[in-house]
């Protein structure tokens, strides 16, 4: 069972923006900074965000993130076809002494 | 570029041994913690612990300590994940990824499938 949470699934059509959630607690959200990961249909988990809101080199800024207490999201602007996959949060549990995961959010472009 | 390169996919009975390999480069190799990551087939990513390959020492998650072991040699910047007895239940991709000691990973792996059936 994920300790995060987020839905299970998020679609919108081309262009529109979308946002998914991830949902926590003190020892983990509430404490730590955020980290999102894109997996696209047969590939690996693939760093989108990390530090919250600091996006890699190579990643566009229309994906961006926020955090607030023990919640997070993940906002996509400008939705893409290729954007359709599967998004996972995850931060540093600090009562567990491990990285923790959301579930996973399918996203689908519509 | 940060890369990690993991060994290719294996098919295995239950009962034999196996040990993946991660290696990397592009960055001080010794000098970051290697996490290792388990994902079955409908999506959880659940993480299995980590190593340090400067001083080999690892860190393991409850769930999986006990049943893997993992090792590292810096002298050619490679990172190892190894069973004494598969199970069917071991059936999922492995990923290696480098990660801080107190962050999520950062850059992964491309993955290494493992299949255990009789």
């Known amino acids: 069972q994920p300790v995060l949470t987020q839905p299970p699934s998020a679609s919108g059509t081309p262009g529109q923006r979308v946002s998914i959630s991830c949902s926590g607690r003190?020892?983990?959200?509430?404490?730590?900074?955020m980290t999102w990961y894109q997996q696209l249909p047969g590939g690996a988990p693939k760093l989108l965000i990390y530090r919250n809101s600091q996006r890699p080199s190579g990643v566009p800024a229309r994906f961006s993130g926020s955090q607030s207490g023990t919640s997070a999201s993940l906002a996509i602007r400008g939705l893409q076809s290729e954007d359709e996959g599967d998004y996972y949060c995850?931060?540093?549990?600090?009562?567990?002494?491990?990285?923790?995961f959301g579930g996973g959010t399918k996203l689908t472009v519509l | 570029e940060v890369q990690l390169e993991q060994s290719g996919a294996e098919v295995k009975k239950p009962g034999e041994s196996l040990k993946i390999s991660c290696k990397g480069s592009g960055y001080n190799f010794a000098g970051f913690w290697i996490g290792w990551l388990r994902q079955k087939p409908g999506k959880d990513l659940e993480w299995m612990g980590m190593?340090?390959?400067?001083?080999?020492?690892?860190r393991y998650s409850p769930s999986f300590q006990g049943q893997v072991t993992m090792t590292a040699d810096k002298t050619t910047n490679t990172a190892y994940l190894q069973w004494s007895s598969l199970k069917a239940s071991d059936t999922a991709m492995y990923y290696c990824?480098?990660?801080?000691?107190?962050?999520?990973?950062?850059?992964w792996g491309q993955g290494t499938l493992v299949s255990v059936f009789s």
């Open positions: 003190s020892s983990n959200i509430g404490s730590n900074t």
């Open positions: 190593i340090y390959p400067g001083d080999s020492d690892t």
């Open positions: 990824a480098k990660q801080g000691q107190w962050e999520p990973p950062s850059n």
């Open positions: 995850a931060t540093w549990d600090d009562s567990l002494n491990a990285p923790v």
